[in-house]
């Protein structure tokens, strides 16, 4: 935002995972169909990774990284899956898997950087970004300002609970309740809806909504035997999240440019092992970049204590 990059994806890798170059000696059972008569007890030795190895993956992300550094790209001390330009003008690319998003000033630059990865794979160019792993994105060229959120998947997620057309509402928590463990006289629920319900909504509080990720991280404490007390506070987020379906992150070209940190403590907030939670946010062109609310792993013997152990945690994430 702040340097006015335009963000573009290249996406389906043709079967990427066989550009992978195995190390190790692997064999693998004739397949069905291919056994010539007589020959049946013979065995294939593999020459590259196919899918199903264990190692596949890594393999792809060798034959990747190999390729990116030679074109003049390295990774980021702070996440491997980041790659910038060594020379020249600024220019970034993002790695998950085989979906890869480019982003830089220069339409010339781009395509050049296009053109290299598409003389190594089999690559499709999807263009001007507009969605990546279920997040959307709208860029604004005019104004410079780039708009992430998850309002389809939320959606998605909403339908797949049956809680499609629930009445909304303004919190994602009841700040009277407090919740702890299943008793013999609770009332248990469907474990599996519980936690594939909760797997949904840490994938939005993670990607795009921080302001659930507190509410959501408290009922993730409870999916080995979620009772009907839990899911009633699952369910408050779900009516949450029905209300605020157009809510996203918008970073601006005129925000500072500095990364600003938030954090803070409660004390003794778990009613179970009385354990302290510990939160921070950063936050550069206006909008949040990462996020976080934990349990921490002690038990604070004071409130001081317990900001000091968020004040830790904060200052990691911020180096």
């Known amino acids: 935002?702040?340097?006015?990059?335009?963000?573009?994806?290249?996406?389906?890798?043709a079967h990427a995972f066989l550009n992978g170059e195995l190390k190790e000696e692997v064999y693998m059972k004739q397949p069905e169909g291919f056994e010539t008569e007589g020959q049946e007890h013979l065995v294939c030795r593999?020459?590259?990774?196919?899918?199903?190895?264990?190692?596949?993956?890594?393999?792809?992300?060798?034959?990747?990284?190999k390729r990116l550094k030679k074109m003049g790209f390295v990774q980021t001390d702070s996440d491997p899956c980041i790659y910038v330009a060594t020379e020249g003008e600024m220019f970034?690319?993002?790695?998950?898997?085989?979906?890869?998003?480019?982003?830089?000033?220069?339409?010339?630059?781009?395509?050049?950087v296009?053109?290299?990865?598409?003389?190594?794979?089999?690559?499709?160019?999807?263009?001007?970004?507009?969605?990546?792993?279920?997040?959307?994105?709208?860029?604004?060229?005019?104004?410079?300002?780039?708009?992430?959120?998850q309002e389809a998947y939320a959606q998605r997620v909403l339908q797949k609970i049956g809680m499609k057309n629930v009445k909304p509402i303004h919190t994602p928590v009841d700040a009277s309740l407090k919740l702890v463990k299943t008793t013999k006289d609770c009332e248990n629920v469907d474990q599996v809806q519980f936690q594939s319900a909760v797997g949904s909504l840490l994938y939005v509080s993670i990607m795009t909504r921080p302001d659930i990720?507190?509410?959501?991280?408290?009922?993730?404490?409870?999916?080995?035997?979620?009772?009907?007390?839990?899911?009633?506070?699952?369910?408050?987020?779900?009516?949450?999240?029905?209300?605020?379906?157009?809510?996203?992150?918008?970073?601006?070209?005129?925000?500072?440019s500095d990364c600003v940190g938030y954090c803070d403590a409660d004390w003794a907030g778990d009613m179970d092992d009385r354990k302290s939670t510990s939160g921070y946010m950063f936050q550069i062109s206006g909008a949040a970049i990462s996020w976080r609310s934990r349990k921490?792993?002690?038990?604070?013997?004071?409130?001081?204590?317990?900001?000091?152990?968020?004040l830790a945690s904060a200052a990691q994430e911020a180096i």
């Open 213 to 256: 990720k507190d509410a959501v991280s408290n009922v993730a404490k409870f999916c080995a035997s979620p009772s009907k007390q839990h899911w009633t506070a699952v369910k408050r987020i779900m009516r949450y999240l029905k209300g605020t379906l157009s809510l996203g992150l918008l970073y601006r070209k005129d925000g500072s």
């Open 114 to 149: 296009k053109k290299g990865l598409a003389e190594g794979f089999e690559v499709k160019d999807m263009g001007e970004l507009h969605h990546f792993l279920g997040v959307k994105v709208i860029q604004n060229p005019q104004t410079g300002e780039v708009w992430i959120g």
């Open 46 to 65: 593999l020459k590259r990774s196919i899918y199903g190895l264990k190692q596949s993956s890594r393999c792809w992300n060798s034959v990747l990284d």
């Open 1 to 13: 935002m702040q340097n006015g990059l335009k963000l573009q994806q290249m996406d389906d890798v």
């Open 92 to 112: 970034v690319i993002a790695v998950h898997v085989d979906d890869i998003v480019l982003a830089t000033k220069s339409d010339e630059r781009m395509a050049e």
């Open 296 to 310: 921490q792993p002690c038990v604070a013997l004071s409130t001081a204590e317990a900001e000091y152990i968020a």
